[in-house]
């Protein structure tokens, strides 16, 4: 496994976690269809949360949450229907979050939690 997909795979592990911490409940993880990846998707409430989870050791190229573009949210937006209809679910509201980790290797990682990237 490459470092990149480990130290992705250790932020959504990290994400999942701080996600449950702050009252929600993950349901599924790296649900992938032919259009993409879903990284999580959990519930808060009666809303559906699909999370894209970014995470970076450096902010050389810009902070994780700026990684995260217009192009990226329509794609999970498409991604959370296909999701829905493959699991035959409904929910009355669907939010698209972004969960963005640095990790410098110093310090503990910053996490930062954007809500509603619509």
């Not at 998707?41 to 050791?57: I, M, Y």
Request: with cysteine.
């Amino acid at each position: 496994m490459s470092a990149r997909i480990a130290l992705g795979n250790w932020g959504e592990d990290l994400a999942a976690r701080y996600l449950t911490d702050s009252g929600l409940t993950v349901v599924d993880r790296r649900w992938r269809c032919r259009e993409g990846e879903i990284d999580i998707v959990a519930r808060d409430g009666s809303a559906l949360v699909v999370c894209e989870v970014k995470t970076r050791t450096t902010e050389a190229f810009g902070s994780p949450i700026a990684a995260v573009t217009p192009r990226k949210v329509r794609r999970l937006r498409r991604l959370a229907a296909a999701w829905l209809q493959e699991h035959g679910e409904h929910a009355s509201q669907v939010r698209l979050d972004v969960v963005g980790i640095l990790v410098d290797g110093h310090a503990r990682p910053v996490i930062e939690h954007l809500r509603g990237v619509d």
